[in-house]
């Protein structure tokens, strides 16, 4: 997994323009069952991945936090939300807050989440490649396949089960 981590950048660069054209025409020309293709190719690649061996999301990037977010996470580490964003976090340039500084705070040693139970909606919901409309967030896909290896094969299969 360390090979493929150090290699993605790389890879997701080499690729990116060929990427940017299939998603321009994913776009204009979104397939009926993309939805349901996309949920399986998701599907079949977690069922091979460990994040756990990974957790590259969490050592390189920082997830936005809503207020629920904020709420629910600060509860459960018996702080008020303000002592939880005093410590944690930061407003970023687009007025969201993120974390103070990556890798995570809440990522132990062994690539676990300390608050995993209660862990943001974007941290959850990452990569998205299972999001509804995935042809919406093409962008922040592009981004996440120099990230996510698990992204970048959902991506390539995808180029193959849906060709444009």
């Given at each position: 997994?360390k090979?493929?981590i150090?290699?993605l950048?790389?890879?997701?660069?080499?690729?990116?323009?060929?990427n940017k054209?299939?998603?321009?025409?994913?776009?204009?020309?979104t397939?009926?069952n993309?939805d349901?293709?996309?949920q399986?190719?998701?599907d079949?690649?977690?069922?091979?991945t460990?994040?756990l061996?990974?957790?590259n999301?969490c050592?390189?990037t920082g997830?936005?936090?809503?207020?629920?977010d904020?709420?629910?996470v600060?509860?459960y580490?018996?702080?008020?939300?303000?002592?939880f964003?005093?410590?944690?976090?930061?407003?970023?340039?687009?007025?969201?807050y993120v974390?103070?500084?990556?890798?995570?705070t809440f990522l132990?040693?062994?690539?676990?989440?300390m608050?995993y139970?209660v862990r943001?909606?974007?941290?959850r919901?990452?990569?998205?490649t299972?999001?509804?409309k995935?042809?919406q967030?093409t962008?922040l896909t592009?981004?996440?396949?120099?990230?996510?290896?698990a992204?970048f094969?959902?991506?390539?299969?995808?180029?193959?089960?849906?060709?444009?």
């Amino acid at each position: 997994m360390k090979h493929i981590i150090n290699n993605l950048p790389k890879e997701a660069k080499d690729k990116h323009i060929e990427n940017k054209k299939y998603f321009d025409k994913l776009k204009k020309k979104t397939p009926k069952n993309l939805d349901y293709v996309m949920q399986d190719l998701h599907d079949a690649e977690f069922k091979k991945t460990d994040c756990l061996k990974c957790a590259n999301c969490c050592k390189t990037t920082g997830p936005l936090f809503t207020d629920a977010d904020i709420e629910r996470v600060s509860k459960y580490l018996r702080q008020k939300p303000q002592q939880f964003i005093e410590q944690y976090l930061r407003i970023d340039e687009d007025r969201d807050y993120v974390l103070q500084s990556v890798p995570c705070t809440f990522l132990d040693n062994e690539n676990a989440c300390m608050i995993y139970d209660v862990r943001p909606k974007a941290c959850r919901e990452f990569p998205h490649t299972d999001r509804k409309k995935f042809q919406q967030i093409t962008d922040l896909t592009l981004k996440n396949l120099a990230i996510c290896p698990a992204a970048f094969n959902i991506v390539e299969e995808m180029k193959k089960k849906l060709p444009l």
